[in-house]
């Protein structure tokens, strides 16, 4: 077999001369014949108006609606109506990505979208299943952490930060991306009486986060932390960034219920309120009581589309332990499998678990809390042990959770 020279079989340029020389079977190609090579293809093939090149994917590659929504159904339990908004949300911003504007003058907006749940009614969980799910950057943020600029936290624009890490510092696909912002209720104004301090982390990140929602471009510190004169910044235009926010706005059923006038005596009871569900208040929220709760108008008109999280009842938490494809069963009969040790619950076990979590009022995160209370023993003695099977019963469950200090979890 010949020997492949050290130039390049294009320029003929040596090996000293160029920054790179790919080897191949009979021949070399430096680095600025490769760019060349790629400047030629890219102008001889044919355009594709939805430039299947930039974005990646073209409009018979999107999963519809109800397709995002299935994928959902075998990770997440109940909550359709999020579930629904979801994903028309996401298939309405891939559209919007391959909208050709030169066709007529219509321009499709942006719908940001705002989910309000208790705690543990699975917000979160949406927001990481959907990203398994998308051909664009996702990211999931934290609200509770920003501050104004020049204060201890961190920036506004410590989110595009994290857009950008997720998309590798690609600025083009991070422009295309979707933001999740995780506890957007932790910034609601602290209270409407005029003060002589500054709510730093309240009102103060709602005014930064309406350049970022409505969409401008925006310089952003490459590796997040605070700005400084001489740092290099990335220019990040946020007009096709789509932002999901989340909240569970712990207190906002009482201004619902204040709005609905849902008291049972007196006067003031209104004969119409019987149909009003008092156990889910949730479903009847509007704009208005977000502005009650603390975030301010123009937030809110930049999060146009609204939708709830049902509190989580028996039935649902008894699905979630068992039924989804990553469900805490699973998880754990997986674990264990991996010591080579044949795990199995009774049905009662699951009921079990499932009263303790409404009783400690935690939604689906009390299940992981009590289930590891129940199986924490067996998983520190059982891989030394030798022992192939282990049968969780009722007794065994009740006997665990009895010696743990659960009434930690215990919400008054």
């Known amino acids: ?42 102008d001889s093939l044919p355009k594709s108006k939805t430039k299947p090149g930039k974005l ?45 504007v030169t066709e007529d003058d219509v321009e499709i907006e942006k719908s940001n979208i705002i989910m309000v749940g208790r705690t543990g009614t699975g917000k979160t969980l949406l927001a990481r299943t959907i990203a398994n799910r998308l051909h664009v950057p996702f990211t999931i943020v934290d609200a509770t952490v920003l501050t104004e600029a020049g204060y201890v936290g961190e920036d506004i624009e410590s989110i595009l930060t994290r857009l950008l890490q997720a998309s590798d510092y690609n600025v083009d696909a ?22 002589i301090t500054r709510d730093v982390s309240g009102e103060g ?37 789509l932002f999901i926010c989340g909240g569970a706005f712990d207190g906002i059923e009482r201004k619902i219920a204040q709005r609905l006038n849902t008291r049972a005596v007196g006067y003031g009871a209104a004969a119409g309120r019987k149909d009003i569900d008092v156990e889910n208040l949730l479903q009847y929220i509007t704009p208005t009581d977000l502005k009650s709760f603390g975030l301010i108008p123009e937030i809110i008109g930049r999060l146009p589309i609204l939708t709830y999280l049902n509190p989580l009842d028996k039935d649902t938490l008894r699905r979630i332990l068992t039924e989804p494809k990553n469900s805490i069963v699973k998880q754990y009969i997986k674990l264990f499998k991996m010591d080579d040790i044949d795990l199995q619950f009774d049905e009662e076990v699951f009921d079990y678990i499932v009263e303790k979590a409404l009783e400690f009022k935690l939604g689906a995160r009390g299940l992981r809390s009590i289930a590891e209370s129940i199986m924490m023993d067996a998983m520190f003695e059982m891989p030394s042990t030798g022992e192939k099977n282990l049968h969780i019963t009722l007794d065994y469950a009740k006997e665990k959770l009895g010696k743990a200090n659960m009434d930690r979890l215990r919400q008054d």
């Open 1 to 42: 077999m010949a020997k492949v020279s050290d130039k390049c079989s294009f320029c003929g340029r040596s090996r000293s001369e160029v920054s790179l020389l790919i080897a191949g079977v009979s021949g070399n190609i430096c680095d600025q014949c490769a760019d060349q090579a790629y400047d030629i293809v890219k």
């Open 205 to 241: 990140v709602q005014q930064g986060l309406l350049k970022l929602l409505e969409g401008s471009i925006v310089n952003v510190p490459p590796q997040g932390g605070r700005k400084h004169p001489d740092q290099k910044m990335i220019p990040v235009n946020t007009k096709n960034i």
């Open 56 to 100: 990646g994917f073209t409009k018979k590659d999107l999963p519809a609606p109800q397709q995002i929504k299935n994928y959902l159904d075998q990770y997440v339990i109940g909550q359709d109506d999020a579930k629904k908004y979801l994903s028309v949300a996401v298939f309405n911003h891939y559209k919007r990505l391959l909208q050709d």
């Open 174 to 195: 991070a422009e295309r991306g979707i933001v999740f912002i995780d506890e957007i209720d932790k910034i609601a104004r602290k209270g409407d009486n005029p003060s």
